[in-house]
């Protein structure tokens, strides 16, 4: 039994609020089990005492004292670590997730909460930049500009299900908005609704304890198509940010632009990852490549937004010993169960429809797991040119499948890359041999993708100052962000210009003495925290 009792409730603003739009349930996809309790899910009357509360808080938290701010994020990674033990093991029955790979993204849930406090002690994310007045300039004077980034506002972030942690209630773009300065209200996952609750007290607790009004975080249940339209409608919402399927995504990017006021949404949503082999790399150890690659797109039952959807390998003896192997690597392994049984269900049709493409055959095939949520990882084979004339081919399928593709000359794969949607990374497999073939498609993939990557995997995102986990359009609805990594706080910020305003008018980052002790950009030049100005 938890030491945090689930109520069943949404959160909001402190106070446990009973939805009556109907119940929603737990389910362990492993025994198809119900898990209780029963989740009340709000109506859209209800959710308004969750934005209205939002908006009350904007003002006081988005002028937080940077080590106030820090301190709060800090006290977030501090309470879910407290609930550590019963969030995996609730975790663990909602999602069929193994302990080991639960384990791992707690871990990166408070370390990425630590690493924002980090960036809000520091304060560059502010955006201070000052340029003195210029009495005596000719031909004419210059007036005292002051800048720095304000937040947006209240943000809306949607669960993620197969981050159930670190891309959830309190995972990257809850993080990040905060670590800007605005309130959040998380539309719990109902995939999993208890971990989402556990969550939400850790950081409701969190808010309570550094003293924060309780409007700067609220956790809703409800149904998606009903809830979170109503929350991305409403005209206190400011921006926000969704990990998902292309439809869901799209359907909260249009309603978003439907708006009066218009609001960006950071959607993360389908992307095939394209892995290319070059011959070189076939000269080295083919088997250990051919596991490596299946390790990836079996890991985690293929339900990562990086996994290698497509590998392009050479046509040729080597590519044939390649595809060989790639199938002696699959017999090897079982399906493991995935999130939903609906999720399994969609990835058994994707697999279905790209077997039924013409010319388009079986490389190799796992066995089937212990439960119907557990289907056999399969990699499916053709060549270039059908990949390139038949759309179907060039879709997602959620979940352990890929399509190995055969490529005969550089060009031609160039010419198709070119040709591809958005995603979110690409990988090279090669050897010193084949750098001047990479040089050629490297300015094609950085039109179309948001990491390159040389002789490794995709799958496993670096949480840090450097990384992008974001790419073109469909991969994300903003190719310009990145929803991973600490650059993902812009998202959320806005500038904002004061021009000729008294000391005593400006905000603290921009006074005399720098007293937040933030760096700043002085006439064009970056300028430590004790310097004065």
């Given at each position: 039994m938890p030491t945090t009792e689930?109520?069943?409730?949404?959160?909001?603003?402190?106070?446990?609020?009973?939805?009556?739009?109907?119940?929603?349930?737990?389910?362990?996809?492993?025994?198809?089990?119900?898990?209780?309790?029963?989740?009340?899910?709000?109506?859209?009357?209800?959710?308004?005492?969750?934005?209205?509360?939002?908006?009350?808080?904007?003002?006081?938290?988005g002028n937080l004292d940077p080590s106030?701010?820090?301190?709060?994020?800090?006290?977030?990674?501090?309470?879910?670590?407290?609930?550590?033990?019963?969030?995996?093991?609730?975790?663990?029955?909602?999602?069929?997730?193994?302990?080991?790979?639960?384990?791992?993204?707690?871990?990166?849930?408070s370390n990425q909460l630590r690493l924002f406090a980090s960036v809000v002690r520091r304060g560059d994310h502010r955006g201070v930049r000052i340029d003195p007045a210029l009495p005596d300039r000719e031909p004419l004077p210059r007036p005292d500009i002051r800048q720095r980034k304000i937040p947006v506002g209240p943000v809306v972030v949607f669960g993620a299900s197969n981050f159930p942690l670190a891309f959830s209630t309190a995972g990257g773009d809850t993080a990040s908005a905060?670590?800007?300065?605005?309130?959040?209200?998380?539309?719990?996952?109902?995939?999993h609704p208890g971990t989402g609750e556990l969550v939400g007290w850790?950081?409701?607790?969190?808010?309570?304890?550094?003293?924060?009004?309780?409007?700067?975080?609220?956790?809703?249940?409800?149904?998606?198509?009903?809830?979170?339209?109503?929350?991305?409608?409403?005209?206190?919402?400011?921006?926000?940010?969704f990990t998902g399927s292309r439809d869901a995504g799209t359907a909260l990017m249009r309603t978003a632009a439907q708006r009066?006021?218009?609001?960006?949404?950071?959607?993360?949503?389908?992307?095939?990852?394209?892995?290319?082999?070059?011959?070189?790399?076939?000269?080295?150890?083919?088997?250990?490549l051919a596991q490596a690659f299946v390790a990836s797109v079996t890991g985690s039952s293929g339900q990562l937004c990086t996994v290698p959807g497509l590998i392009f390998v050479p046509e040729g003896i080597k590519g044939d010993a390649f595809a060989?192997?790639?199938?002696?690597?699959?017999?090897?392994?079982?399906?493991?169960?995935?999130?939903?049984?609906?999720?399994?269900?969609?990835?058994?049709?994707?697999?279905?429809?790209?077997?039924?493409?013409?010319?388009?055959?079986?490389?190799?095939?796992?066995?089937?797991?212990?439960?119907?949520?557990?289907?056999?990882?399969?990699?499916y084979g053709t060549d270039l040119g059908?990949?390139?004339?038949?759309?179907?081919?060039?879709?997602?399928?959620?979940?352990?499948?890929?399509?190995?593709?055969?490529?005969?000359?550089?060009?031609?794969?160039?010419?198709?890359?070119a040709r591809m949607e958005g995603q979110l990374t690409a990988t090279l497999h090669l050897t010193e041999a084949s750098y001047d073939d990479a040089l050629e498609l490297l300015p094609v993939l950085e039109q179309r993708v948001g990491r390159i990557l040389v002789n490794g995997w995709p799958t496993g995102v670096e949480v840090g100052h450097a990384m992008v986990h974001g790419g073109p359009f469909p991969a994300t609805s903003e190719g310009r962000t990145t929803s991973v990594g600490t650059f993902a706080i812009e998202r959320f910020l806005r500038p904002v210009a004061y021009?000729?305003?008294?000391?005593?008018?400006?905000p603290e980052p921009l006074r005399h003495g720098n007293p937040w002790h933030l760096t700043q950009m002085i006439e064009g030049v970056i300028t430590p925290p004790d310097s004065h100005r």
């Open positions: 689930l109520t069943g409730c949404s959160i909001i603003g402190g106070e446990t609020v009973r939805g009556g739009a109907g119940t929603i349930h737990g389910v362990d996809p492993r025994t198809s089990s119900v898990l209780g309790p029963s989740y009340h899910q709000l109506g859209t009357d209800q959710l308004r005492i969750a934005t209205a509360a939002a908006h009350e808080a904007t003002s006081s938290f106030e701010h820090a301190q709060f994020l800090d006290k977030m990674a501090e309470n879910i670590e407290a609930v550590r033990d019963e969030l995996i093991e609730r975790a663990m029955a909602e999602t069929g997730l193994s302990r080991d790979r639960l384990q791992v993204e707690h871990r990166r849930t905060l670590a800007a300065g605005c309130p959040v209200i998380v539309k719990a996952h109902n995939a850790a950081v409701t607790k969190a808010v309570q304890e550094c003293g924060l009004h309780p409007g700067v975080f609220s956790l809703l249940y409800g149904a998606g198509s009903v809830i979170g339209q109503a929350l991305v409608s409403d005209p206190l919402i400011k921006a926000v940010g009066t006021e218009p609001i960006p949404v950071y959607a993360e949503m389908s992307s095939i990852n394209p892995v290319i082999v070059f011959d070189s790399a076939l000269d080295e150890d083919m088997d250990a060989t192997a790639v199938g002696r690597a699959l017999s090897t392994t079982t399906g493991q169960t995935m999130l939903t049984e609906p999720i399994a269900t969609s990835w058994t049709h994707g697999v279905e429809t790209l077997a039924s493409q013409d010319n388009v055959s079986l490389v190799g095939q796992g066995e089937p797991g212990p439960n119907k949520a557990a289907p056999a990882p399969a990699v059908t990949f390139t004339g038949n759309e179907a081919l060039h879709r997602e399928i959620f979940g352990a499948a890929a399509l190995l593709v055969r490529y005969g000359s550089v060009a031609e794969l160039k010419e198709t890359v021009q000729n305003l008294p000391q005593e008018l400006l």
